[in-house]
Each structure stands twice: as C-alpha cells, then as structure tokens.
C-alpha cells in the first residue's frame, strides 16, 4: 500500500514510543471507566461509547430521547469518572445570553474605595456543560453557545475569555415536547459531532434500573483520567494515521447523501432533501481515530467508520416529504448507504505493523 507509515527513528522514535504507551494506558482506563460508570448507569453502553469518542475527538454532541432516561446523571457520572468539572443549564425561554456566559457587575475596591468593573463567569466556564432542553429557549441564547463551541472562548464586554481545556458540550432535546420549542438550525446542529439517541431500556435493564435506583447506597465514582491525560489523549487521536482508502470511504459515505450531485444512490434522490457538508466526512475519520485507540488499536479500519457513521450522519441528512410519508427516517437510509457502498478490499494495518503506525 503506497501509504504504509514507516518507522522513525531517534526523537522521532520515542514520539511513536510515547504514543503506543499512551494507547495501551486509554485502552486500560476505558475498561476502567466503563466500570466506574456501570456504578450509576445500568445499559446504555452504545450511548456512552459514543460520548467517550466524542469527548477524545474534541467534539460536542447532541441528545435526543424521552424525560427519564437518565441523561443527566449518565454526563455528570462520566464528568466524575474523568476528573472533569460539569455545569448544567436548563434552557428555558425567559434564559439570556449572559446568563450563560456570565456578565460584568460594579464592585466597590475595599482598598481605594473605587467602584471597579468585575466579571462574573457564567456556567459555560466548566469542562463538561449539560444544555438541558436546549430547543426550548430562543435562537439568540442558543447562539450564545457557538463561539463557546466553535472557538473554545466566550466575548464579554468586548473581551475575549478562553475556557479551561478539555471542553466538551452536551445537548438534550426532548422529541415529543414541540409546543414552545425553538428547532435547532441546520447550521447549528451542523456544529454538533454527533447526534445520540438515548432510547428506552430493555426489560431486564429496567429491572435492574428499578432495583438499583431505589436502594439506600450512593455510588462512589472514582476518576480515572484527568484533564491533563484527556488533552493528551485528544492529540493522540489526531496523529493516528489513516490510510487513503479509509479517508475515501468516509468521504464516500459523505458525498453520497447529496442529492444534487451525480451518481448518487436513487433512494437518496427519492427521500433526501439535502445531505451532509464535508464536516461530516471529517467527523466520520475523526470518529474512527477516537474509536480505534478506544479499542487499543493505533490504526483506522472502515468498521471504525461504519460504527460511527449513525451518529455522525444523522442529523445532517434532511429527509423530505417523500421519506415521512414512507415512514423513513435517516438511520434507515445510513443503513442503506453502508449497503450500498462497498469498503476497500484492505480493512486497515496488519497487526504486525501496530509498533510502526505513528510517522515521525
């Protein structure tokens, strides 16, 4: 394969050392941290796998499911297990921006007895942030969460405030709640890694849920990364190669949800309206890194894509009239794309090459 990594030598070498070692570390601790979260959350492990990929890949994401599932002790839970400080807004439609971001106050100088300007930091200065509902507050506080998202710094008063890294947001929206709710923007959701749906548990889940719930013991969660190492992490995530024929498939993926153009799939002509941007081919490789190292794996296989091409895709396809009247929704057609485009032959690195796969 013309783009096998070769093995650096020298300072070079200890890089790809320092990497491997850090891979093997997350592969320990992601066992250890699915256990401390087992503590507090019965199932939902399909959720919580994509929360990790999202938050080792810097990217946020969005949660859709019924009242009652737990979301919001499923992020705090995750805050504790990685040492990370966690805010939650509830988003409500009287919210202001500055309610978010926070705002200057007039302060008397015990000193010279001058009134001093003194900003106040808003809830969105944590690492983990939990937007409750966030469809239920208008479009000028849901804006209030993009140059926070995007540029990782909130503007007040015409100065620019960086947040503390690792800084990760999640959304909550509820589905069947619509009167009084302001629908995310295509433009915003776009700035979403992913979107999760928390679904209802199965049976024997809810037992267990029921039963645990309702004792007398506190789970004691106990932190097993901490700021530092994620940051580390994240960079990590960066430098795990792909190889060409993963970054086609992904872009594959991606530019066969757009309706517009040739050669597209005819049941994407039929029920989508408009597809995904090139974001989502970089979240889809992105995604794949985050899931690889997860895995204890320093290389990128088109599963990786496949596993992550749900919620990376979903809320970036806009289905038309045609699909709701069918009854079919996005999922349906990812599915149908992972069917329909067929993976290269070569489904990632030999095993044999695992020691060699970070390039100096």
Request: charged letters at 25%; a negative charge; one cysteine or more.
């Amino acid at each position: 394969m013309t783009d096998e990594p070769t093995k650096g030598g020298g300072a070079g070498g200890e890089s790809q050392d320092a990497d491997i070692k850090a891979i093997e570390d997350l592969g320990n601790a992601h066992a250890r941290i699915r256990s401390e979260m087992g503590k507090a959350i019965v199932g939902q492990e399909e959720v919580v796998e994509q929360l990790l990929i999202a938050i080792f890949s810097r990217g946020h994401c969005i949660l859709e499911g019924v009242p009652g599932l737990a979301k919001t002790l499923m992020i705090s839970t995750l805050a504790k297990a990685l040492s990370l400080s966690f805010n939650r807004i509830q988003f409500t439609p009287d919210l202001m921006p500055s309610d978010i971001t926070g705002t200057e106050v007039i302060q008397e100088n015990k000193t010279s007895g001058e009134r001093e300007m003194h900003f106040l930091p808003g809830p969105i200065f944590a690492n983990i942030i939990l937007a409750d509902e966030i469809n239920r507050t208008p479009p000028k506080t849901q804006a209030a969460l993009l140059e926070a998202m995007q540029e990782r710094q909130v503007t007040t008063a015409g100065e620019r405030r960086p947040l503390d890294p690792p800084f990760f947001v999640l959304a909550t929206q509820n589905p069947i709640e619509q009167e009084g709710t302001y629908p995310l923007p295509e433009a915003q959701l776009d700035r979403f890694m992913f979107k999760v749906f928390v679904d209802y548990p199965p049976e024997e889940e809810e037992f267990e849920i029921l039963k645990v719930t309702t004792a007398a013991a506190e789970p004691d969660i106990h932190g097993e990364l901490d700021a530092a190492q994620i940051l580390k992490l994240q960079e990590t995530v960066r430098r795990v190669p792909a190889a060409d024929h993963i970054i086609r498939y992904a872009m594959a993926l991606a530019r066969a949800t757009r309706v517009t153009k040739e050669g597209v799939p005819e049941f994407v002509k039929k029920w989508v309206a408009w597809g995904a941007g090139p974001r989502a081919g970089q979240y889809l490789i992105l995604g794949g890194k985050a899931r690889a190292i997860l895995q204890g794996r320093p290389y990128v296989s088109t599963e990786d894509i496949r596993a992550v091409a749900k919620p990376v895709l979903r809320h970036r396809i806009i289905t038309n009239f045609n699909a709701e009247a069918e009854g079919i929704n996005t999922d349906r057609i990812i599915e149908m794309l992972i069917d329909e485009i067929p993976a290269a032959e070569s489904e990632g690195l030999a095993d044999s090459r695992v020691p060699q796969v970070f390039k100096s």
